[in-house]
């Protein structure tokens, strides 16, 4: 994991193929192509991190790869993580959740309950897949209808201008060209 010091006060580490198996939308495309789910899953998080200011990564588990080394990536700034071979998600965020977890606020998206319950015993905390995925409907929602009051908002003084004064902004607007 990349220690760049980047300011985030919250973690969220998300098992990513734990994730994608466990949410309906996500599993009918990973059945159809594994990488159009991968990729899906890493836009809704970027959206995620991006509007609630928590530190994204998402791990998969690649241990069943034979030869597979590894591999960290950032992409649309959320780290995605390819464990190496022999090395389980779980056991990542194990280890990395040794490094971090007394030191910043860090929370686990997983529902393998074996897991959930070392990521508490590590100083943690859990959220299953379904509590995840609330959350960030909660959040989509919250964004739209904050956008859409803005929009009102800008629309206001529109709505209380006479027919006649609008007649002569769209004139004036019209002469200015």
């Not at 059945?31 to 991190?49: G, P, S």
């Not at 007394?102 to 508490?120: F, G, I």
């Amino acid at each position: 994991m990349s220690n760049n010091g980047s300011g985030f006060k919250e973690y969220l580490f998300v098992d990513g193929y734990n994730i994608i198996n466990s949410w309906e939308k996500l599993r009918s495309l990973s059945e159809i192509d594994l990488e159009v789910a991968r990729n899906e899953l890493i836009d809704i998080m970027t959206e995620y991190q991006y509007y609630t200011k928590i530190k994204v990564i998402i791990v998969f588990d690649a241990h069943m790869v034979k030869g597979n080394s590894g591999k960290k990536e950032t992409i649309k700034g959320v780290e995605v993580v390819y464990t190496k071979e022999d090395e389980t998600a779980d056991h990542y965020i194990e280890k990395v959740l040794d490094d971090i977890g007394r030191v910043k606020k860090v929370r686990v998206a997983t529902s393998d309950w074996m897991e959930q319950q070392v990521v508490l015993g590590r100083g943690g905390t859990r959220i299953s897949a379904r509590e995840l995925e609330v959350e960030i409907n909660n959040y989509k929602s919250f964004i739209n209808k904050k956008n859409k009051r803005e929009n009102q908002k800008n629309n206001l003084i529109i709505g209380r201008l006479d027919d006649e004064i609008l007649k002569k902004l769209e004139k004036w607007g019209k002469n200015e060209k």
